[in-house]
């Protein structure tokens, strides 16, 4: 093994499929998307080389792409500061349910596994205006004055996007905790108890503060993917109503293929580009504290 890797000839011959599949799929196609920025070509016609002008617009003039940008963050602190905590919660509990335990993790992870168009017509059904489940459940309570058009009003719409994303990445979430959890040695847990420390003592105490690493990994997880969102708020609302609920991957895609400003949404897709590196190298900086092993 150790004269494989002194090697650097075999080395070179390792690396080399990956480098090139990453070239070929990655690395060319975003640099041919910025020359395409760079221009304002509508996808069909000839085009004209316009320099930094589309960013600059975008930058300046574009309302929209910073709304995108918000959604996107909202949909990021929804993930981190609810979804994570709670998935952090039931992971704990899960543990504790006896021959139940099997059946609730099937249960909890069922959503993600789900195609998101069926998970995603699931919630446009539950709040329709007309005959979505929310409002009927909230006229058999009394509460007919609650009922509301839940994705036509602009500042509801968002609202029940976030809620529909957090809940279909639940599983998720919650795997990755409960595999943390699980992966804590019983050696720790026993000297826990001889101590004298309680459930809860033993969870905040020992359990919680060994999960640092998959905190990390879910958290730039989570910010990553709120920023790459699209299927849902696609199906659900297409950025509407009046480009209420955009997101960076819903906006450029609406610039690009439906208002045929093709550079103009290459333009976008390079700052999206931009914004998820820098979003990643600060995260693991922040959160690259050294928590030790097992």
Not at 57 to 68: R, Y
Not at 86 to 106: D, H, N, P, S, T
Not at 272 to 278: A, M
């Amino acid at each position: 093994m150790n004269s494989i890797i002194s090697n650097k000839r075999t080395i070179f011959w390792l690396v080399a499929p990956g480098f090139l599949l990453f070239t070929a799929m990655i690395f060319i196609p975003i640099l041919v998307s910025f020359y395409y920025s760079l221009t304002n070509w509508d996808g069909v016609a000839a085009y004209q080389f316009i320099g930094l002008s589309n960013f600059i617009d975008i930058v300046t003039q574009d309302d929209v792409f910073w709304k995108s940008l918000l959604n996107a963050i909202l949909l990021g602190l929804g993930l981190v500061l609810i979804q994570h905590p709670f998935a952090v919660l039931i992971a704990m509990l899960v543990q504790y349910c006896g021959r139940f335990e099997k059946l609730l993790r099937v249960c909890i992870f069922i959503p993600s596994i789900i195609s998101t168009f069926v998970t995603t017509q699931l919630w446009v059904s539950v709040f329709n205006t007309q005959f979505g489940l929310l409002n009927r459940i909230l006229e058999m309570v009394g509460l007919e004055s609650w009922k509301q058009d839940w994705l036509g009003d602009s500042k509801l719409a968002i609202g029940c996007i976030i809620f529909v994303c957090m809940w279909q990445g639940f599983g998720y979430a919650f795997l990755l905790y409960y595999a943390g959890i699980k992966g804590v040695p019983k050696d720790l847990h026993e000297a826990a108890m001889l101590d004298g420390a309680s459930q809860i003592q033993l969870n905040l105490k020992i359990v919680f503060p060994l999960l640092a690493p998959v905190l990390r990994v879910n958290i730039i997880l989570a910010v990553v993917a709120a920023f790459k969102q699209m299927e849902t708020v696609y199906l659900m609302t297409g950025g509407g109503p009046a480009n209420s609920t955009q997101f960076l991957s819903t906006y450029l895609y609406s610039k690009a293929f439906r208002e045929g400003l093709y550079g103009y949404g290459n333009a976008i897709s390079i700052l999206f580009v931009i914004i998820c590196l820098l979003i990643t190298v600060l995260l693991n900086r922040a959160l690259k504290k050294d928590v030790g092993e097992y």
